[in-house]
C-alpha cells in the first residue's frame, strides 16, 4: 500500500464548476498535509497546507481534513483553464518534517 | 528574492556514464532537499540537509548516488554509474528551516536527466 495515494485523473471540469480532488493516507502518526501545484514540466509550488480536522480556506481553495477517515482533499471553485495541472498531495509524520508524495492527480479545465 | 537555482536544466548520458548536478538554495535556507521525479509519479526525498549536515539519506540509493553540502550553501548530486531507471527529473528545494508547519519549501526548476 502506497503512503499516500492520489487518483491519478485527469479529472475534467467545466470552466466556473468545482473541482474536487481526494487523497488517502496510510500512516495514523501523519501530522501536517500539503497541497501542491504542479504545472506540466514546472516544478511544484505550494498552494495549501492544513494540519487540524475541518476545512481551511484560501481565495478559491479549500482543503478539508479527517484524520479518523485518513483522507485529506482540495476543492478548487469556480475552476479556470489556468488551473489545469497536477496536483500534489504531501502529508509529514509526527516524528520529522520529511514530505511524502502521492502520485498527483491530473485536472484538465475546459473552457 | 532569486530562487532555487539548479543547472544543467537537461542531461542525456549512456548507461554507466556518470553525471552530478547542482543547486544553489535560497539565500539563508538552512535545509536542502534532493527528490527524484520519475515521469507520471510524486517527487520522492533523496536526501535532506539541515546546513551541511545529512539529516535523512534513507532512500537515496548509495551504491551509485552520493550528495555534498560542503559549505552549508550549494549541493551538488552525483550518480555514478548511471542505469536506465535513473531517468527522472531531479528537483531541489530549500526551506528556511527544518519545521515544514512554519517554513514553506520552495523548489527550483529541475534537471530533467535521460539515460540512453
Known amino acids: 500500500q502506497k503512503e499516500v495515494e492520489q487518483n491519478s485523473g485527469p479529472l475534467s471540469v467545466p470552466e466556473g464548476a468545482i473541482a474536487s480532488l481526494n487523497c488517502t493516507y496510510s500512516?495514523?502518526?501523519?501530522?501536517?498535509f500539503f497541497w501542491y501545484r504542479q504545472y506540466s514540466g514546472k516544478s511544484p509550488e505550494l498552494i495549501m497546507s492544513?494540519?487540524?480536522?475541518g476545512d481551511k480556506e484560501d481565495g478559491r481553495f479549500t482543503a478539508q481534513l479527517n484524520k479518523a477517515s485518513q483522507y485529506v482533499s482540495l476543492l478548487i471553485r469556480d475552476s479556470q483553464p489556468s488551473d489545469s495541472a497536477t496536483y500534489l498531495c504531501?502529508?509529514?509524520?509526527?516524528?520529522?518534517?520529511?514530505?511524502?508524495f502521492g502520485g498527483g492527480t491530473r485536472v484538465l479545465v475546459k473552457p | 528574492e532569486a530562487g532555487v537555482a539548479q543547472s544543467p536544466r537537461y542531461k542525456i548520458i549512456e548507461k554507466r556514464q556518470s553525471v552530478a548536478f547542482w543547486c544553489n538554495p535560497i539565500?539563508?535556507?538552512?535545509?536542502l532537499y534532493w527528490y527524484q521525479q520519475i515521469l507520471g509519479q510524486g517527487p520522492k526525498l533523496l536526501i535532506q540537509?539541515?546546513?551541511?549536515?545529512?539529516?535523512?539519506d534513507s532512500q537515496l540509493p548509495k551504491d551509485r548516488f552520493s550528495a555534498e553540502r560542503l559549505k552549508g550553501v550549494d549541493s551538488t548530486l552525483k550518480i555514478q554509474p548511471a542505469k536506465l531507471e535513473d531517468s527522472a527529473v531531479y528537483l531541489c528545494?530549500?526551506?528556511?528551516?527544518?519545521?515544514?508547519?512554519?517554513?514553506?519549501?520552495?523548489f527550483g526548476p529541475g534537471t530533467r536527466l535521460t539515460v540512453l
Open positions: 528545494a530549500s526551506s528556511l528551516g527544518a519545521s515544514l508547519t512554519t517554513d514553506t519549501q520552495y
Open positions: 500512516d495514523r502518526g501523519s501530522q501536517s
Open positions: 492544513i494540519y487540524s480536522n
Open positions: 504531501a502529508d509529514t509524520k509526527a516524528a520529522g518534517n520529511k514530505l511524502t
Open positions: 539565500s539563508g535556507h538552512a535545509t
Open positions: 540537509f539541515q546546513n551541511n549536515g545529512v539529516v535523512d
